[in-house]
C-alpha cells in the first residue's frame, strides 16, 4: 500500500477545470517533487492530501484512507510560514503537540530537541517578527517534524527565501530526509531544487492540471551518494546537469504551450 | 533616485530615535502650557473675548472649586463623575461584552452574518440619540433608559470592528493551525481571537468614545445627575466658567478610560513589542 495515493483525481471550480485525471501512487518515506507551470494545480492537488480541498473527481488516499480532514499525520510546511506572531519559538514548534494532547514533559523534550537540530538555541523565547525568514521557516519545519507526521507536504517552502539562505536550507532539508525519511510532497519553482531533494520528480501540465511525466532521480542519487555532498559539488556533476536540462525542457515545454 | 530615497528614509529614522521618551514628554507638556498661555493671555490680557462668552483661567479655576467643594447642578464633583462614570462603565461593559460575542459568532459563521445582517445593516443607520425617546417611553427618565441607548450607541461598533477582525484573520494560519491537528475550537481561541484582538480593540475605543458622546446627549435631554446635568444647569444659569469645568471634566474621564484600554491593548498585544 503506498503512503499517497490519486485516484483519477479531477477538480472543477465551476465550469473552470483546474486539474483532469491525475493519478499517482507515493511510496512510503518517497520525496516526491512537483514541478509545473503556475496555475497547473500543484498547490491544489498537495491542499487536497492535507485535507484543505476535495476533489471533485476521483479520490484521494493516505495510508489506504480517503482524506476527509485535515490531521496532525499530513502537516503543511507553507510558503509563507504561516507561524502564530503572538507566540514564541517554542510555543509555535509545540503547537501540534499541544493540539494533540502530549503530556507537558514530553512536549518540553520533542521541542528541545528541534530546537537543537534546527539551529534555534537561544531562539527559543523569540517572536517569529525577531527572526529572519530562515529562521522563520527553520521554526515551521520543526513544527511540522515534531508531531511525527505520516506525510509532510511542502508548498515552495524556500520560495520567500533568499538564495543564499535557500542554499542552506536545501541542505539542511537534505540532512532531515537522510536522518528521518519521510513521506514528503515537496512543491517547487526551482528546477534545480527539485532535482537535488526529490526521489522522483512529477512535472505537470497545464489547461487542465495534469502529470506529463515522471523522473526517477533516486538511482542516480543513491550511486553518486548526493546526499553526503554539498549542493554546490552536486550541482556540478554530470549527471545532476544532465537530469535538470531534461528537467527544464519538459517544463519548458509545458510553458510553451500557452 | 534610489541612494537619495534611502538617505531620506535613514534621516527619518534618526529623528524618531532622538526623541527620548523624557524629552518626548516635555515637547508634549511644553504644547499645553503654551495652549493654557495663549487662553490665559486672550481672556485676561488682551480682554479679546468678553467673560460671559468664554471663561478666563480663573473663572474656570473658582467654578472648579465650587464644583469641587460645595457642588453644582445636585452634587459634589465627585457625586456627578461617578454618576455618569457608573453609566458610561455599565454601558459600555454590556455593549463590548454583546458587541464582541456577536462580531465574533457573524465572524466565524456566514449563516449567522447572513441572518443577522438584514437587521443589523436597518437598525445601523439609526442615530443613538434618536432611540432616546423610546428608550424614555420604556424605561422612564432613570439610569436604565441611557444605559439602553449608551449600549446601542457603543455595540454597533464592537460588532463591526470585531467581525472584520476576524475575517482578515490570515487564512493561511488558520489552514496551518489546522493541519497540525487543532480542532475549530482551538483555532477559534489560539489563531482568531488574537488575530482579531487588534480590530476588536479599534472597536472597544470607537465604542467608549461613543459612550461618552452619548452619555452626555441623553443626559442633557433629562437626567437628575451626572455631567450632563451640570453642563444643563450651567447652561441656563449662563455660567460659562461651570459649563468649561464639566466639558473638561468629560475630556478628562473619556481619556482617562481611552489610556485605561490602551494599557490592557498594550498588556495582551505585547508581543509586538517584543
Not at chain 2, 455593549?95 to 465574533?104: E, M, N, T
Not at chain 2, 424605561?139 to 450607541?153: C, M, R
Amino acid at each position: 500500500m503506498s503512503a499517497i495515493e490519486f485516484h483519477n483525481v479531477g477538480r472543477k471550480f465551476g465550469a473552470y477545470e483546474a486539474i483532469a485525471d491525475v493519478s499517482l501512487a507515493v511510496r512510503d518515506k518517497e520525496f516526491i517533487a512537483i514541478v509545473g507551470p503556475s496555475g497547473c494545480g500543484k498547490t491544489t492537488l498537495m491542499r487536497m492530501v492535507a485535507g484543505l480541498e476535495f476533489p471533485t473527481e476521483g479520490r484521494v488516499t493516505v495510508n489506504g484512507r480517503v482524506v476527509r480532514a485535515p490531521g496532525p499525520d499530513r502537516a503543511v510546511v507553507f510558503q509563507q510560514f504561516a507561524l502564530l506572531p503572538w507566540r514564541t519559538v517554542r510555543e509555535n514548534i509545540g503547537f501540534g503537540l499541544t493540539c494533540t494532547g502530549t503530556a507537558a514533559s514530553e512536549k518540553r523534550k520533542l521541542v528541545d530537541h528541534y530546537i537543537k537540530m534546527m539551529h534555534l538555541d537561544g531562539h527559543a523565547d523569540s517572536y517569529p517578527h525577531q527572526l529572519s525568514g530562515g529562521m522563520q521557516q527553520r521554526v515551521a519545519l520543526a513544527r511540522s517534524y515534531v508531531i511525527d507526521p505520516d506525510v509532510l507536504l511542502m508548498d515552495e517552502p524556500f520560495g520567500a527565501l533568499d538564495a543564499q539562505t535557500r542554499t542552506v536550507m536545501q541542505e539542511e532539508l537534505v540532512r532531515l530526509a537522510r536522518d528521518n525519511p519521510r513521506t514528503v510532497l515537496f512543491i517547487t519553482h526551482s528546477v534545480e531544487e527539485a532535482v537535488y531533494l526529490a526521489d522522483r520528480i512529477v512535472v505537470m501540465g497545464k489547461k487542465p492540471g495534469c502529470i506529463r511525466e515522471i523522473i526517477d532521480v533516486s538511482d542516480v542519487r543513491t550511486s553518486e551518494a548526493w546526499q553526503e555532498l554539498g549542493i554546490d559539488e552536486v550541482m556540478d556533476l554530470p549527471s545532476f546537469v544532465h537530469l535538470r536540462t531534461r528537467v527544464w525542457r519538459l517544463l519548458r515545454s509545458q510553458m510553451d504551450d500557452e | 533616485m534610489t541612494d537619495n530615497v534611502a538617505g531620506g528614509g535613514d534621516a527619518a529614522g534618526m529623528n524618531i530615535r532622538r526623541y527620548l521618551p523624557q524629552r518626548r514628554t516635555l515637547i508634549s507638556l511644553a504644547g499645553l502650557v503654551i495652549v493654557l498661555c495663549l487662553w490665559a493671555v486672550v481672556t485676561m490680557g488682551l480682554k479679546l473675548v468678553s467673560p460671559v462668552r468664554f471663561p478666563s483661567p480663573l473663572d474656570t479655576w473658582s467654578a472648579a472649586r465650587q464644583l469641587i467643594f460645595t457642588g453644582y447642578g445636585g452634587g459634589l464633583l465627585w457625586e456627578q463623575v461617578w454618576h455618569s462614570s457608573r453609566l458610561v462603565l455599565l454601558g459600555f461593559a454590556v455593549a463590548a461584552s454583546s458587541g464582541v460575542a456577536l462580531g465574533i459568532i457573524m465572524g466565524i459563521s456566514r449563516r449567522a452574518q447572513l441572518f443577522i445582517n438584514p437587521t443589523f445593516l436597518l437598525l445601523r443607520p439609526i442615530p443613538p440619540l434618536a432611540w432616546i425617546p423610546l428608550a424614555i417611553l420604556w424605561f422612564g427618565l432613570g439610569d436604565t433608559s441611557k444605559i439602553f441607548v449608551i449600549w446601542y450607541a457603543a455595540f454597533v461598533p464592537c460588532v463591526l470592528n470585531t467581525l472584520a477582525g476576524i475575517r482578515t484573520v490570515d487564512k493561511t494560519l488558520i489552514a496551518a493551525a489546522r493541519v497540525h491537528g487543532a480542532s475549530p475550537g482551538r483555532v477559534l481561541r489560539e489563531v482568531q481571537l488574537p488575530g482579531a484582538l487588534p480590530m476588536v480593540f479599534t472597536g472597544l475605543r470607537l465604542s467608549l468614545q461613543a459612550c461618552w458622546t452619548t452619555l452626555v446627549a441623553a443626559e442633557l435631554v433629562g437626567a437628575f445627575f451626572g455631567i450632563g446635568r451640570v453642563l444643563v444647569i450651567a447652561g441656563q444659569d449662563i455660567y460659562p466658567g461651570m459649563i468649561l469645568v464639566a466639558m473638561l471634566c468629560v475630556a478628562a474621564l473619556g481619556a482617562g478610560m481611552t489610556k485605561v484600554l490602551t494599557v490592557i491593548e498594550q498588556r495582551l498585544l505585547a508581543w509586538r513589542f517584543a
